[in-house]
């Protein structure tokens, strides 16, 4: 299994500021993935975070709105820039351990509840 | 990837079996069926995984007919505390590469 430490857990912030999130695995992983879960809504996938070059983004998101970094195996950041009101979610990492083989399962940490005002 | 398609919600009672089923007409020969679960301000956690006929953990049962078009997570006595969304996702591989495909989900709701 793999520990996720995100932070923050949560925060408030004013609209047109950007905020960096946090992802810290116990353990070396492979593959490491950010989520948006908008309110009462299921999650979305926002890109994959690719250790030592470009994230991959999915349809719909956008570099300059969703920076991210993956300096190593452990660690990973997403940033949402020029929040809007629109980008109040939780935000969510999730990885898979190296061992592709041998594990079924993503692990995902406790997320981030953003709220823009 | 495969869509699929779950009830929005259901209903359940203290130690009933609540099964629910999802639908994936157009699953890939490839294709795993995995279920989710998510508790209110957590993360999603992996329940159970399987290719085709029945898969049984401590937790659930995964029931998938031949076809694979279609496959039933089943909770044997609930108790208040399973009280969660089910995602079922369908996908390339054991793992499918980490990158998971999210629906709608199912909200299941426990009362005592």
């Known amino acids: 299994s793999a520990v996720i430490s995100q932070k923050p857990s949560r925060d408030i912030c004013q609209r047109g500021t950007s905020l960096t999130i946090q992802c810290q695995v116990d353990?070396?992983?492979?593959?490491m993935f950010w989520y948006r879960q908008q309110p009462g809504q299921s999650l979305t996938l926002i890109a994959t975070?690719?250790?030592?070059?470009?994230?991959?983004?999915e349809s719909g998101f956008v570099i300059d709105k969703f920076p991210i970094s993956r300096p190593n195996l452990t660690f990973s950041t997403l940033t949402v820039s020029n929040m809007s009101p629109e980008d109040s979610s939780i935000y969510l990492c999730?990885?898979?351990?190296?061992?592709?083989?041998?594990?079924?399962?993503?692990?995902f940490g406790q997320g981030t509840r953003l709220t823009v005002v | 990837l495969a869509k699929t398609t779950q009830p929005i919600s259901m209903d359940s009672y203290e130690g009933q079996e609540v099964n629910i089923t999802c639908s994936h007409n157009?699953?890939?020969?490839?294709?795993?069926i995995t279920w989710y679960q998510q508790f209110p301000s957590q993360g999603p956690r992996f329940i159970i995984q399987g290719y085709k006929t029945k898969v049984t953990n401590e937790v659930a049962s995964l029931f998938i007919p031949a076809d694979r078009k279609s496959s039933t997570l089943s909770l044997p006595r609930v108790s208040l505390s399973d009280t969660a969304v089910y995602y079922c996702?369908?996908?390339?591989?054991?793992?499918?590469?980490?990158?998971?495909?999210f629906g709608q989900g199912t909200e299941l709701s426990v009362k005592p």
């Open positions: 996702l369908v996908g390339e591989g054991p793992n499918q590469g980490g990158k998971l495909i």
């Open positions: 999730s990885v898979s351990p190296t061992e592709r083989q041998l594990n079924t399962e993503a692990f």
């Open positions: 157009n699953i890939a020969t490839n294709d795993y």
């Open positions: 353990s070396q992983v492979t593959m």
């Open positions: 975070a690719n250790q030592g070059s470009e994230a991959t983004y």
